[in-house]
T-cell receptor, first 109, second 116 residues
């Protein structure tokens, strides 16, 4: 079966750095997405990785290792507004988007 | 990024009534639109995938006669919840992408449905 694992919840301090991990087992791989979802709102696109390595976008970076079936989202200089759920999703061989359950990130002052 | 709108953002209705939710891509042509449902504190669940001009493909366990999907144009898809019941109360979210399968999905703001 297809499976995406990410921690259910994480807590971090304002101004710090946090890494949210995602591991996947899917039938084929055509890229991995990270979305941010604030409570009561729809997801918003953060990043897309299809090649191994680190992609940096301002305070957010996303890393992919296809051989390990592993990705992480790195958030730097955390702000209170970063409190949200972070969803990992993978395109399988048919370009079907397989969703993780999301990681709820709690930022404390 | 691309903009997707949904209307209405909130619906409260009586049990047994039908509710229509619209999803529009405002600045791109959405060949494919997706309808998701999300219950509180749960992950997104894909309900169906619709391609412009053809019938929607429903996920296992989703009743196609209850959740009617129409994707009549490249910028509009509608989801009609027929004879809604309290258990249909949920957050319904659409997403849209262009013609290429590998393109990013952009989400609408979602519609909260409360069936009394």
């Amino acid at each position: 079966g297809q499976n995406i694992d990410q921690p259910t919840e994480m807590t971090a301090t304002e101004g710090a750095i946090v890494q949210i991990n995602c591991t996947y087992q899917t039938s084929g791989f055509n890229g991995l997405f990270w979305y941010q979802q604030h409570a009561g709102e729809a997801p918003t696109f953060l990043s897309y990785n299809v090649l191994d390595g680190l992609e940096e976008k301002g305070r957010f970076s996303s890393f992919l290792s296809r051989s390990k079936g592993y990705s992480y989202l790195l958030l730097k200089e955390l702000q209170m507004k970063d409190s949200a759920s972070y969803l990992c999703a993978v395109f399988d061989s048919n370009y079907q988007l397989i969703w993780g359950a999301g990681t709820k990130l709690i930022i404390k002052p | 990024g691309a903009v997707v709108s949904q209307h209405p953002s909130w619906v409260i209705c009586k049990s047994g009534t039908s509710v229509k939710i619209e999803c529009r891509s405002l600045d791109f042509q959405a060949t494919t639109m997706f309808w998701y449902r999300q219950f509180p504190k749960q992950s997104l669940m894909l309900m169906a995938t619709s391609n412009e001009g053809s019938k929607a493909t429903y996920e296992q366990g989703v009743e196609k006669d209850k959740f009617l999907i129409n994707h009549a144009s490249l910028t509009l898809s509608t989801l009609t919840v027929t004879s809604a019941h309290p258990e249909d109360s949920s957050f319904y979210i659409c997403s849209a992408r262009g013609s290429a399968e590998m393109e990013t999905q952009y989400f609408g703001p979602g519609t909260r449905l409360l069936v009394l």
